[in-house]
């Protein structure tokens, strides 16, 4: 008996040898070499041929009997093969691709058990669609085909049925197995067959095994290729992932003046796994807005190396398109991103870092009147790629950074392959010394802007030393592998009662981690909350350390903001001053243990709507009590785009100055009640008024270029009708919008009185009647009483403000009728234009002037 195994088996291994080097002679007969399973294809766009698949078509023709094949390929040589055989569930064939792989295709007619994916896993089968009927491909190692016959399972439409019986024992310390040979009888019975155990030939397995990493190896059993199809229409984008959806955003809409906003307008971006096809990372960015493409420029770049990203566009997504972006994905292979035009609907595939996969521009015609581009349907055929091995993976100290590494995506130097890893400083807990104040990090799952906010803290002055915890919105893995990685405490709001996207969802999370931040470090009298969208100075946590002590003993501080909405670069300068404002806790800022409570005592209900939880505590909670701001913001607000945040919002945002002073020393004395308002009115009774009798914006009433030392340092001051902090007085909003200060409102006052410095004088705008600072003797004739017109030409004449640059494209009748125009995407009519954009200002020292000057 044994005997007659041992013939047996002989001959199979002959019968698969002679296999190979027929398929050999024929594979290289036909200039052999492409990628069986390389195939992109879009129904929708003609493509030209331009690889040779002769020798697939001899395959296909050989082994499956099949006569008919169909190719489509694009212009970079991919295809796609298509073959259809009725009796092709009845075919079974082995392959050998460059001596080390056995690819067997079988039919399968349902999904496999419990126990089959276990058998899968061991030998590497993967599920693939050959034509239109399923199939597995089974890759086996050459030391399989070695032994004889491969493992196979038999399976059938109701049930399947196998009958092992083993011999011998695994051993897998030292790699040895046993395998059973099994041969199909014509009566469909399967006969089980002996393998004899013996030792690791070689070192082909072993360099097939190190193609693929751990975690592709454990993966679940996958086909040779991704299908990716996707939707674009002026209603939004979903797209399907190997027969799954995996993302959609339709019909989402806002209400905004006498229309309704599409937010889910813009460039969709999905970073997807190279090999499992997983998605990594989703983001849409409201492109039609400015700022966004920032962040799109930064997703783009923070990418990992390889991973597949897919790139989806519609309805509207150019008009604040950044040349960044656009340079961009012309790196990465685009053909359509330096031609586009409103309205158009466009899609990109590419490898991060190796070149385009596929693109499609489905164009508008606006000289048509058509709007918005028709409905495009997607179909993608795309292979996997295994994950790319990095020299540092090697390194043991990083094994944790490569698993976290391998699973998520979007932290760029983080996890990059070309250059050993950053990481932010380690914490010194036992090194603690002083009042400890722990940081919150408000989150919902944006954890690459978490990892930079934790470098950010750890590299400032008492960065190391102070405890950081994260608290996440809702259920998020991902974040318990960073903090566990960066050792960093990390809690899940996983009992949210308010619905995603909304603002009280924003408001039920900022409660949560107020909360419970005084609930994890119960010895403290402080805490500092911040938002994950902030860029921090670097002496963010010193700014904090050294206002304590007065927030501590001052009870008319409410809390300590580490922002000043009325900060940009021609009225922020001193980094040490402080100031007293009513207003709005928000991007960094601390607050007391009994201060929490009463906020939290005082909280915004779910059942008011439209309520934001800041607002609610400055009108509700805070009283008469006063906050503390610095005059050089210490974080800058980075977010924008967005349904809480605009992108024109985010322009200012993004102009205001963030100190780079690591060691700034505070005016902490200044700042203190009694001294501070001492300071004020002395400023205020030698300040020199300024009456606007001619419209702010056209003649500005103040010195803008600052010519000597001997013109800085003054006061002026302007007064203005402005009863109330309501916008329908005009007053203050014309005045703001004119000095190029924050003029959305005037919340970040004291006692309806702003002050700020402007090109290195001290500027003081009171509002009359009701301000405690508008002096009984003031007349009418000084105070300034804005109106619609003064208004409108404020909005027009934004001198002081940031530039905001506009930029996009419509289709238009090309020139003559020329289809060729049309054809080359050439009929644009481009519109560029830039509102505002102040001039750096000019500090020119007297003296050197003198010199200077002609005689």
């Not at 050999?24 to 040779?52: E, M, Y």
């Not at 922020?572 to 001053?577: N, Q």
């Not at 100031?579 to 800022?589: E, K, L, N, Q, V």
């Amino acid at each position: 008996m044994m005997v007659r195994k041992r013939i047996k088996s002989v001959v199979l291994t002959l019968i698969a040898i002679l296999s190979y080097l027929s398929f050999l002679k024929v594979f290289l007969d036909a200039g052999g070499g492409g990628d069986l399973h390389s195939s992109t294809h879009h129904p929708s766009r003609p493509h030209s041929a331009a690889s040779d698949y002769s020798s697939i078509s001899s395959f296909l023709s050989l082994y499956l009997g099949i006569g008919n094949t169909e190719r489509v390929a694009n212009a970079e040589g991919q295809y796609t093969i298509t073959a259809s055989k009725e009796d092709m569930n009845e075919r079974k064939i082995e392959m050998i691709m460059g001596g080390e792989l056995l690819n067997k295709t079988t039919e399968t007619k349902r999904k496999p058990d419990v126990a089959e994916m276990e058998k899968g896993r061991q030998n590497k089968i993967y599920y693939t669609k050959v034509g239109r009927k399923p199939a597995s491909v089974h890759l086996m190692t050459t030391q399989e085909v070695a032994k004889g016959l491969p493992k196979r399972m038999k399976k059938s439409r109701g049930s399947r049925e196998e009958e092992e019986e083993d011999v011998g024992k695994e051993d897998d310390d030292v790699g040895e197995e046993d395998d059973v040979g099994k041969e199909e009888e014509d009566e469909g019975k399967e006969e089980d067959d002996e393998g004899k155990e013996e030792e690791d030939v070689g070192k082909e397995e072993e360099d097939v095994e190190k193609k693929m990493t751990p975690r592709e190896l454990l993966a679940p059993i996958l086909p040779p290729t991704l299908e990716v199809e996707a939707t674009l229409a002026a209603s939004g984008v979903t797209v399907w992932v190997d027969g799954k959806q995996v993302y959609e955003s339709v019909n989402r809409t806002m209400v905004w003046l006498d229309g309704k906003l599409r937010l889910h307008a813009g460039v969709h971006l999905l970073t997807l796994h190279q090999w499992t096809g997983r998605v990594l990372r989703t983001a849409n960015f409201l492109t039609w807005q400015p700022e966004t493409s920032r962040q799109l420029a930064a997703a783009l770049r923070d990418a990992g190396h390889g991973r597949l990203l897919l790139l989806l566009a519609s309805p509207e997504f150019t008009m604040y398109l950044s040349d960044e972006v656009v340079q961009h994905l012309s790196t990465l292979g685009s053909h359509f991103a330096r031609v586009l035009a409103r309205d158009e609907a466009w899609c990109v595939v590419a490898w991060q870092g190796e070149g385009l996969v596929h693109e499609t521009l489905t164009t508008a015609h606006h000289y048509l009147a058509s709007g918005d581009a028709p409905p495009t349907s997607l179909h993608f055929v795309i292979p996997r790629k295994r994950e790319p091995q990095c020299d540092w993976y090697r390194l043991e100290d990083l094994k944790q950074r490569v698993s976290f590494c391998q699973t998520y995506d979007g932290y760029g130097d983080f996890c990059s392959c070309h250059q050993l890893p950053w990481s932010p400083r380690p914490p010194r807990h036992s090194l603690m010394e002083g009042e400890v104040i722990p940081v919150a990090i408000a989150t919902a799952c944006r954890l690459p802007l978490v990892l930079r906010q934790v470098d950010q803290l750890r590299a400032g002055p008492r960065g190391d030393t102070t405890p950081i915890t994260i608290f996440v919105d809702g259920a998020c893995p991902e974040a318990a592998a960073l903090a566990d990685l960066l050792q960093i405490t990390v809690s899940f709001n996983t009992k949210n009662p308010a619905p995603r996207g909304t603002t009280h969802r924003v408001n039920q999370h900022i409660r949560y981690t107020l909360k419970k931040v005084f609930e994890f470090y119960p010895e403290t009298n402080f805490s500092i909350i911040l938002e994950d969208d902030l860029h921090l100075a670097p002496d963010f946590i010193s700014y904090f350390h050294q206002t304590a002590p007065l927030l501590r003993k001052d009870p008319f501080l409410f809390f300590v903001n580490a922002f000043n909405y009325n900060s940009y670069t021609h009225t922020a300068h001193d980094p040490s001053r402080l100031y007293r404002a009513h207003g709005i806790p928000g991007y960094g800022w601390m607050t007391s243990r009994s201060a929490a409570q009463e906020m939290l005592a005082g909280w915004a209900p779910l059942n008011q709507t439209g309520v934001s939880w800041d607002w609610w505590l400055r009108a509700r909670v805070m009283g008469s009590r006063d906050m503390l701001i610095p005059e050089v913001p210490r974080t800058r607000h980075m977010g924008g785009g967005g349904t809480h945040i605009s992108g024109f919002d985010q322009v200012l945002f993004s102009s205001q100055p963030l100190n780079q002073a690591v060691k700034a020393r505070l005016d902490v004395d200044s700042a203190e009640e009694g001294n501070y308002e001492a300071r004020l009115l002395d400023d205020l009774s030698s300040a020199e008024v300024v009456t606007l009798v001619q419209h702010p914006c056209q003649v500005t009433p103040l010195p803008t270029h600052q010519l000597s030392l001997s013109q800085t340092n003054k006061t002026y001051l302007i007064y203005i009708y402005q009863p109330t902090e309501n916008h329908h007085h005009f007053s203050y909003e014309v005045v703001a919008l004119c000095l190029g200060i924050n003029d959305r409102d005037i919340h970040e006052n004291l006692r309806m009185m702003v002050t700020f410095p402007f090109f290195g004088n001290q500027v003081y705008v009171v509002a009359c009647p009701n301000s405690p600072y508008c002096k009984p003797e003031v007349g009418r004739r000084i105070i300034y009483k804005g109106s619609e017109e003064d208004l409108i030409i404020a909005k027009q004449n934004p001198s002081l403000r940031p530039a905001l640059r506009t930029k996009y494209a419509i289709r238009v009748t090309p020139p003559h009728q020329d289809p060729s125009l049309e054809f080359s995407l050439e009929n644009r009519f481009v519109v560029d234009y830039t509102v505002g954009g102040m001039e750096p200002a000019v500090w020119v020292n007297e003296e050197d002037q003198e010199k200077e000057s002609p005689t």
